[in-house]
């Protein structure tokens, strides 16, 4: 499934938060080299324009976490009980 169709399926009162908890999630990451400088430049675009918290923002932020450390990622989404995100986005079980 196209991972913004899946963002649109995110309740939007769990958006701000989420981005935070993925921005955490990147930040401390030891996988950060697994990520293009132009996608680190398109975060922080959308971090000074305070839009990490959109759709379009977590689509980036989700493409980047799932993409540099899909068992973080998967394991997140759980944690903040989205599991069905993470299962539309083939991060549910990842070892």
């Not at 993925?22 to 922080?44: F, Y």
């Not at 379009?56 to 068992?71: C, V």
């Amino acid at each position: 499934m196209e991972i913004l169709k899946v963002v649109e399926k995110i309740p939007v009162e769990r958006c701000g938060d989420l981005s935070t908890a993925l921005m955490d999630l990147l930040l401390v990451s030891k996988k950060g080299d697994k990520i293009a400088s132009s996608l680190i430049k398109d975060v922080l675009q959308l971090w000074r324009k305070d839009e990490l918290s959109t759709r379009q923002g977590l689509k980036l932020l989700l493409e980047i976490a799932a993409s540099s450390d899909p068992e973080e990622t998967g394991n997140l989404l759980t944690s903040e009980g989205l599991a069905e995100i993470a299962k539309m986005l083939g991060l549910e079980g990842q070892k």
